[in-house]
C-alpha cells in the first residue's frame, strides 16, 4: 500500500508500452477506410461531370512497410526492452529498499520500547532510592542534600520516560506510514522485541557475481546495453532506406455499383530514400548517442563501486557492532552487580549516598548503551542484506562474519 510502489509500478508499465510502440513499429501497416462525398460536378469533366448534384463513393486500402535493412528499428526495440527491464528491476530496488525500511522502522520502534522500558525501571529504582533516603532522613542517618539529589534524579527520570514515550510514538508513526497507512495504524502495533540476530556468512574475498545481485546494479547494466543499442540505431540513419507502400480500392458515382469491378484502382509505390545533406544533424544524434553510452557506462561504474564500498564499510560496522554488544553486555552485568552490591551497602549504613548514587547512574548508562547498540547491530544486518540484494543465502561451508578476513579482492577480481 505504499504509494511509492505505485508510483514505480506505473513506471515500469509506461516502459513496457514504449517497448510495445517500438516493436510495432517494426512491422507493416494496413489501413482501411470508406467515404461517400457529395459534390456538383461541372460537365468539363467527362465522363462524370453531368452539370448536377452527384455523389461519389470509395473504400480503400492502404498497405505501408519500411523494410528494416540494416536493423535500426530491430535495434531501437532491443533498447526499449532493455529500459523496460531496467524499469522492472529498478521496482524490484524499490521493493527491495521498502522491505528494508520497513524492518528497520520495526527495529527502531523496539529499541524505543526497550528504552521506554528502561526508562521505567530507572523511574522505579528512582522512586526506590527515594523512599529509602527519606526515612534515613526522617532517621537522621541522611541529609536534606541527599534527599533533594534524588528527587532531582526522580524527576529527571520521570522526563526521560515522557520522552521514551514520545519516541514510541513516532517510532509507530514512521512504520504505518512505510506501510501506506495513516497515523491510527501506529496503534494496532503490537511492541515488538529486538530478535536475535543470525550469524552471516560472507566468502572473505567477495565475487562479483555476489554483487550481480543488486537490482541497482543489474538496471545500470540493462541501461548500458540500451545505450549501446541507441547508438546502433543513429548509425543508420545514415543508411539509404527502402520503403514500400500501396492503394487498393474501389470508386463510383451514385449511379453505379461500387462493387463492380471496372470500378477498381489500385497504386504501387516502392521507394528508396538516402540522406544527403543534413547540416550535421546526423552526426551531432550519433554524437549525444555515444554520450549517452558513456554517461552509462560511468554510471555503471559508480554504481558498482558504490555496491563495493558499501558492502565492505557494512561488514565492517556490523562487526564492529558484535564486539560492542559484547562488551556493552559485560558492562552491564558489571554495574549490574556493583548497584546491587552498593544498595545493599548503604540499606545496611555502610556505604554512602553519593556512592550508591554513582553506581546507579553508571547502570543506567551501561543499560542504555547495551539497548542502543542492540538497535544499531539489528539496522547494520538489515542494511547489510539490503546491499547484497535481499534474500542472500550463504553456502554451507561459507565462513561467518567473525571469522572473516579483512584481506580485500584481488584486482583482477575487482576487474572482473
Known sequence: DNPDMSLVDARVRAALAAAGAADAARKPTLNGGASAAGARVPPLLPPLASGHFGVIRYGYLSFKWDIDLWGGKRAAWQAAVG???????????????????????????????????????????????????????????????????????AASDRAHLEAADNAVHTSGLVLAALLG????????IQPPALPAIPALALPSDLPADLLGRRPDVVAARWRVEAAG?????????????????????????????????QNRFYTVQPALSLPIFEGGALRANLAGKDAARDIAV?????????????????VD?????????TDAESARSSAEDAYKLAMQRYRAGVGNFLEALSVR????????????????????????????????????????????????????????
Open 298 to 314: 560511468a554510471q555503471y561504474n559508480q554504481t558498482l563501486v558504490h555496491a563495493i564500498n558499501q558492502v565492505a564499510t557494512q
Open 361 to 416: 547512574q553508571e547502570l543506567i548508562a551501561a543499560e542504555q548503551q547495551l539497548a542502543s547498540v542492540q538497535t544499531q547491530r539489528s539496522n547494520a544486518w538489515a542494511s547489510l542484506n539490503e546491499s547484497l540484494g535481499g534474500g542472500f543465502e550463504p553456502a554451507k561451508d561459507a565462513p561467518t562474519l567473525a571469522t572473516m578476513t579483512s584481506t580485500p579482492p584481488s584486482a583482477d577480481k575487482a576487474r572482473q
Open 83 to 153: 529500459n523496460a527491464r531496467a524499469a522492472e528491476v529498478d521496482a524490484q530496488a524499490a521493493r527491495l529498499k521498502l522491505s528494508a525500511d520497513v524492518v528497520q522502522a520495526y527495529f527502531g520502534l523496539a529499541g524505543a520500547y526497550a528504552q521506554r522500558d528502561l526508562a521505567h525501571e530507572e523511574l522505579q529504582r528512582a522512586e526506590d532510592f527515594l523512599k529509602l533516603t527519606n526515612k534515613r532522613v526522617t532517621n537522621g542517618i541522611d541529609s536534606k542534600f541527599s534527599l533533594a539529589r534524588i528527587q532531582a534524579e
Open 317 to 325: 560496522d556490523l562487526r564492529s557492532l558484535d564486539a560492542q554488544v
Open 229 to 261: 543499442k541507441d547508438i546502433k540505431v543513429a548509425k543508420t540513419k545514415f543508411l539509404p532506406n527502402i520503403s514500400i507502400s500501396s492503394l487498393v480500392g474501389l470508386i463510383a458515382p451514385s449511379s453505379m455499383s461500387l462493387f463492380s469491378l
Open 181 to 188: 497507512k495513516g497515523p491510527d495504524r501506529a496503534l494496532g
